[in-house]
Structures are given as C-alpha cells and as structure tokens.
C-alpha cells in the first residue's frame, strides 16, 4: 500500500530489532520471541511482511503454510484437519499506531497473498480463556468462525480455533 496509509512489504534482517519489540510489548497475547526465534520463524513462514509509517516498522505479520517443518501445538490442530492453509502464527500492532487499521491492512495483504497462490483459507487461534476480547472482534471482522477449542499450557489458556474460508 501506497499514499497517506502504511507501506506493508516483505520483512528484512533490518527489521529484526523492531519486529522483538513489537511482539515483547504484547507478549501477554503472543509467545516470546527474540532475534534467533524470529529468525528461525521467518526461516519457516511463507508470508512474513510488515507495516512501516514514515519508515518506522509499526506492524508485522508472520504465517505458515500447511507442510510447513513447524513444531506448535496450534499449527498440529489445524494440520490434523485441513490439508491446505496459512497458519498466523502472530500479528502484532504497535500500541501507538493502534486505530489506524494497520492490522487489517496486514490482513487484507495476506488474504490476496493466499487467493493468488490458490491457498483455500487462513487459521489462526486468539486466548479466551485468558479472554482477548480485542482479537475476538478483530477476526469476526475478517470473517474468522471458530473450528473449536484448545487448552494449552497445562490447563492454564484456552484457545479459540478460527477458519477463515477464501472460497
């Protein structure tokens, strides 16, 4: 995207520094990350791009696709039943550029990104238990329904399973 809204383009090793932050400010809804894990993500995704304003990364957005060497208990659900798909593994706004549909813009991009690679739909999972109300409403928005649920962390999360179909 071009003009007065963000610039979303493929990640790059520059990236890396503001990519670890971005997730270690919404850890609470993500997983840890450092710059090895980023790498080792990145080395394995097949969408990986991020939203800049003015040059500054203030969103990124990493997936996987089916097939993928990828070793998550969420990815291994959906695998178990959907022989095709991208997997989000994360989408992180920075908390400053909230409101300004960065996340959406992101979505928007992969979405075309899978409908012109023939992929037939995107998984992703959000917390309900503890609650993420804010992803909840954010993927309704773009069409996720949930497929079912999962405990993770020995009994401590709960996670909503969400399809969204391109057909």
Not at 8 to 27: M, P, S
Not at 135 to 145: D, P
Request: aromatic share 10%.
């Amino acid at each position: 995207m071009r003009g007065d809204g963000p610039v979303i383009r493929d990640a790059n090793d520059g990236d890396t520094a503001a990519i670890v932050g971005l997730n270690l400010a919404e850890v609470r809804h993500t997983s840890p990350m450092d710059a090895d894990r980023l790498r080792q993500l990145a080395s394995l995704s097949a969408y990986h791009r991020v939203a800049t304003q003015e040059g500054r990364v203030v969103a990124f957005l990493l997936t996987m696709h089916a097939g993928a060497d990828y070793r998550n208990d969420n990815f291994v659900w959906f695998a178990e039943r959907f022989p095709d798909f991208l997997y989000v593994d994360r989408i992180v706004v920075d908390a400053a550029a909230q409101g300004h549909r960065l996340g959406s813009a992101l979505y928007g991009d992969l979405f075309a990104f899978a409908r012109e690679r023939g992929i037939p739909r995107i998984t992703c999972e959000f917390n309900v238990v503890p609650p993420n109300e804010p992803s909840r409403l954010f993927h309704a928005r773009h069409g996720f329904v949930e497929a079912g649920r999962q405990w993770l962390d020995e009994g401590r999360k709960q996670v909503s399973m969400q399809v969204a179909d391109l057909a």
